[in-house]
């Protein structure tokens, strides 16, 4: 559909979307979920990489020399993690979006771990609210 | 050595062209998009999975090898082949079935089988049993490599030695850069990124 560089960093976007997806409700990592409930997860995580891939596939014969236009290893490498880190934030984002209206626990844990029971979003106005309070003080 | 080596591949090449399931099989198995990007989304996923904080540091650790891994390991071959140059299956044999397209970068080592197996060994170090589900995977990339024409065996076994090796090496490497890499994940944590 695009130049192949694009559809494979579409690929792999979508791929390690529907991945991270599986990882949250496998971990129980509500707060990276798109909808708050695991059996959900799990469905929204195999339809999106399997998806993404019968869309690569449905694009026509993608394994083209890297001579003639084709996608060599170290570009590969490239565009992989550009998508999977682009995955990361557009699932912090939806996540966030898709359960706003979610009032989560206090925040406990760092990193990863603190999205256990909240969205980014929640954790960073809890974050923001006691660095007013703080502030204030 | 070598003479064994053509025989081998003769035998695993005749079988392309046998059984058109097979064939349709291996030529999926063999794309530069299946089974590397699985590969790497499996690899990707650890970073993620873990019932605890700690465990879940242990697989992004383990990423972090197969990355490192992967990515030196195509470093290597990229500077090797610079001096040596083994020609493809098919320009030396004749009645080489071929079901891809024709590389023209080297043979020796393949870098396909290094990916693979760098990736298998640096999620191995932490987690024996994603390791050796994405050592399987490995192991089918580099047989469909042998039966699509495109390697000799010698090249798929030298490519996931150095895989395998330079993953090792590279995890020792960051184990003692330890604190520099603690300091990285701290800053991840910040963001909520690890």
């Given at each position: 559909?695009?130049?192949?560089?694009v559809?494979?960093?579409l690929?792999?976007?979508?791929?390690?979307c529907?991945?991270?997806?599986?990882?949250?409700?496998?971990?129980?990592?509500?707060?990276?979920l798109?909808?708050?409930?695991?059996?959900?997860?799990?469905?929204?995580?195999?339809?999106?990489?399997?998806?993404?891939?019968a869309w690569?596939?449905?694009?026509?014969?993608?394994?083209?020399?890297?001579?003639?236009?084709?996608?060599?290893?170290?570009?590969q490498?490239?565009?992989?993690?550009?998508?999977?880190?682009?995955?990361v934030?557009?699932?912090?984002?939806?996540?966030s979006?898709?359960?706003?209206r979610?009032?989560?626990?206090a925040?406990?844990?760092?990193?990863?771990?603190?999205?256990?029971?909240q969205?980014?979003?929640?954790?960073?106005?809890?974050?923001?609210?006691?660095?007013r309070?703080?502030?204030?003080? | 050595?070598?003479?064994?080596?053509?025989?081998?591949?003769?035998w695993?090449?005749?079988?392309?062209?046998?059984?058109?399931?097979?064939?349709?099989v291996?030529t999926?198995?063999?794309?530069?998009?299946?089974?590397?990007v699985?590969i790497?989304?499996?690899?990707?996923?650890?970073?993620?999975?873990?019932?605890?904080?700690q465990e879940?540091l242990?697989?992004?650790?383990?990423?972090l090898?197969?990355?490192?891994?992967?990515?030196?390991?195509?470093?290597?071959?990229?500077?090797?082949?610079?001096s040596?140059h083994?020609?493809?299956?098919?320009?030396?044999?004749?009645?080489?079935?071929?079901?891809?397209?024709?590389?023209?970068?080297?043979?020796f080592?393949?870098?396909?089988?290094a990916?693979?197996?760098?990736?298998?060994?640096?999620?191995?170090?932490?987690?024996?049993?994603?390791?050796?589900?994405?050592?399987?995977?490995?192991?089918?990339?580099a047989?469909?490599r042998?039966y699509?024409?495109?390697?000799?065996p010698?090249?798929?076994?030298?490519?996931?030695?150095l895989?395998?090796?330079?993953?090792?090496?590279?995890?020792?490497?960051?184990?003692?850069?330890?604190?520099v890499?603690?300091w990285?994940?701290?800053?991840l944590?910040?963001?909520?990124?690890?």
């Amino acid at each position: 559909m695009f130049s192949l560089a694009v559809d494979y960093f579409l690929l792999v976007f979508f791929a390690a979307c529907g991945v991270i997806q599986l990882a949250a409700a496998q971990s129980r990592i509500g707060g990276l979920l798109f909808v708050s409930h695991v059996g959900a997860g799990y469905v929204i995580g195999l339809g999106l990489l399997a998806g993404a891939f019968a869309w690569f596939v449905a694009t026509g014969d993608q394994n083209i020399p890297g001579d003639l236009g084709g996608v060599e290893g170290a570009q590969q490498f490239g565009l992989f993690f550009a998508g999977a880190a682009g995955a990361v934030v557009a699932t912090m984002v939806v996540a966030s979006l898709a359960q706003i209206r979610t009032s989560g626990e206090a925040v406990e844990g760092t990193g990863v771990e603190a999205l256990r029971n909240q969205t980014l979003l929640a954790v960073a106005m809890v974050r923001f609210r006691r660095w007013r309070g703080h502030d204030r003080r | 050595m070598i003479d064994a080596d053509r025989q081998l591949f003769e035998w695993i090449n005749g079988l392309a062209g046998e059984s058109q399931a097979l064939d349709n099989v291996m030529t999926l198995l063999v794309s530069d998009f299946f089974l590397p990007v699985l590969i790497a989304l499996a690899a990707f996923s650890r970073w993620f999975v873990g019932r605890t904080a700690q465990e879940r540091l242990a697989n992004q650790w383990g990423f972090l090898y197969a990355a490192i891994g992967a990515g030196m390991a195509n470093l290597i071959i990229q500077i090797f082949n610079q001096s040596f140059h083994r020609p493809r299956p098919f320009i030396t044999l004749e009645d080489v079935t071929v079901l891809f397209y024709r590389p023209t970068d080297p043979s020796f080592p393949s870098n396909a089988a290094a990916f693979g197996f760098a990736m298998a060994a640096g999620v191995w170090l932490t987690n024996r049993r994603w390791g050796a589900i994405i050592g399987v995977g490995a192991l089918l990339f580099a047989f469909a490599r042998i039966y699509a024409g495109m390697h000799f065996p010698l090249d798929v076994i030298s490519g996931a030695l150095l895989g395998i090796l330079t993953t090792w090496f590279f995890a020792r490497m960051l184990d003692q850069a330890k604190p520099v890499v603690d300091w990285a994940f701290r800053l991840l944590r910040w963001f909520h990124l690890a």
